[in-house]
């Protein structure tokens, strides 16, 4: 079986401070299983150069949260290409949050997300239903979100699709194991076959979901919410997922 891969986003939770604890205490002494599950932790944009400095010497990457979908004057706005000048390998697009606040729409998610390869960035598409549906219906949601935003990305780009139930963020239950690898399922034949497509779930991801739905449905790794911040529930995660880790002496700042 080929490795899982992983991500975590820590959104607007941690400050400078916080991140450097986290990546120093929990990340650093795992960074040998965290680089063969090849891990990427997406940044706030102020703390992606910190970040990136702070992992250059593992197999671990660094991702951005957002991306805009173009180059040229936009104040406030960070483009693909400066992601790409300092060193991130990811960006994540479409997150359910952005569709929310910012009301971004497929159309967008997708030129982002092609903004985001034509600089040498992988995309992180994200996709998901806003409320709990039936199995047809939630299929039929996220697969054309996915195919939607699919269709904007050239000819032998490397994406990931994360799907993950909007209801679910933050909560303590994931989707259903069969609707859940239904979805993925679907996402995997959404893609168009001159892309190289990831399929990924997230959404309460606690130690035992990968297990639960690897045996209904070909997928490629999960992305992590508390669980990469709390120690212990990250050394059961990556037990599942890439075998027992092998601890490792912090690394000085």
């Given at each position: 079986?080929?490795?899982?891969?992983?991500?975590?986003?820590?959104?607007?939770?941690?400050?400078?401070?916080?991140?450097?604890?986290?990546?120093?205490?929990?990340?650093?002494?795992?960074?040998?299983?965290?680089?063969?599950?090849?891990?990427c932790l997406c940044l706030p944009h102020p703390l992606l150069p910190f970040g990136i400095r702070r992992i250059e010497a593992t197999d671990m990457?660094?991702?951005?949260?957002?991306?805009?979908?173009?180059?040229?004057?936009?104040?406030?706005?960070?483009?693909?290409?400066?992601?790409?000048?300092?060193?991130?390998?990811?960006?994540?697009?479409?997150?359910?949050?952005?569709?929310?606040?910012?009301?971004?729409?497929?159309?967008?998610?997708?030129?982002?997300?092609?903004?985001?390869?034509?600089?040498?960035?992988?995309?992180?598409?994200?996709?998901?239903?806003?409320?709990?549906?039936?199995?047809?219906?939630?299929?039929?949601?996220?697969?054309?979100?996915?195919?939607?935003?699919?269709?904007?990305?050239?000819?032998?780009?490397?994406?990931?699709?994360?799907?993950?139930?909007?209801?679910?963020?933050?909560?303590?239950?994931?989707?259903?194991?069969?609707?859940?690898?239904?979805?993925?399922?679907?996402?995997?034949?959404?893609?168009?076959?001159?892309?190289?497509?990831?399929?990924?779930?997230?959404?309460?991801?606690?130690?035992?979901?990968?297990?639960?739905?690897?045996?209904?449905?070909?997928?490629?790794?999960?992305?992590?919410?508390?669980?990469?911040?709390?120690?212990?529930?990250?050394?059961?995660?990556?037990?599942?997922?890439?075998?027992?880790?092998?601890?490792?002496?912090?690394?000085?700042?």
């Amino acid at each position: 079986m080929t490795t899982p891969i992983s991500l975590t986003s820590t959104k607007m939770n941690l400050g400078l401070r916080q991140t450097e604890e986290w990546i120093n205490d929990v990340l650093l002494p795992r960074a040998d299983a965290l680089g063969r599950l090849r891990f990427c932790l997406c940044l706030p944009h102020p703390l992606l150069p910190f970040g990136i400095r702070r992992i250059e010497a593992t197999d671990m990457s660094v991702g951005a949260q957002n991306v805009w979908c173009e180059a040229g004057a936009v104040t406030g706005e960070v483009s693909a290409g400066l992601l790409a000048e300092i060193g991130c390998t990811h960006v994540m697009v479409g997150h359910a949050e952005r569709r929310r606040l910012f009301a971004e729409d497929d159309r967008l998610v997708g030129r982002k997300a092609r903004a985001a390869s034509l600089a040498g960035v992988t995309p992180v598409i994200c996709v998901g239903e806003n409320e709990r549906l039936g199995p047809a219906e939630t299929v039929a949601h996220v697969r054309q979100q996915a195919s939607t935003a699919l269709r904007f990305l050239p000819v032998g780009a490397a994406a990931v699709v994360l799907y993950e139930p909007v209801w679910a963020i933050g909560s303590a239950q994931s989707a259903q194991p069969h609707q859940a690898a239904a979805v993925l399922d679907a996402l995997h034949h959404a893609a168009p076959g001159h892309l190289a497509l990831s399929v990924i779930y997230g959404g309460a991801v606690t130690p035992g979901t990968y297990s639960s739905l690897r045996r209904l449905a070909p997928w490629d790794g999960v992305a992590l919410g508390r669980a990469a911040q709390d120690a212990a529930m990250l050394d059961d995660v990556l037990r599942e997922l890439v075998g027992p880790a092998r601890r490792e002496p912090c690394r000085g700042t």
